[in-house]
């Protein structure tokens, strides 16, 4: 990975400490998306937990998010629990060439899902580009729920 990936995820993990505290249950995610070396889009988790950060920053994206990066400071969920379309679906729809995640989700119910998911459709996806700080700033309190 390259310098300007660590860039993206440090700014990733700003976007994220803004939430914390904010999200309930779940913890504050960070998600940046970025094409041709600029910042088009981010998003961080919504208060009470909901929309989650990929959501908002797919949506700020739009049609722009086809061939670009994502970088997120947690693992994409692969499934979730209301009727909706996880975060792993969502940026395989968008169209995105290549996620970037900090940290794999601390969730049995979860850890690697995402990854896999993305995997599947052919998107790359690289795990642990600055785990340690995002663990140490965001995740630090995170008790995944039991599903």
Partial sequence: ????DEAFMRRAIAVARAGVGLTGENPSVGCVIVKGGEVIAEGATGAGGRPHAEERALDAA?????GATAYVTLEPCAQRSAATTSCS??????GVARVVVACTDASAFASGRGGERLAAVGIPVEVGLLAAEAEAALYADYVPRSH
């Fill in 62 to 66: 739009g049609e722009r998010a086809r």
């Fill in 89 to 94: 679906e969502r940026l395989a729809q968008a």
């Fill in 1 to 4: 990975m390259s310098d300007a």
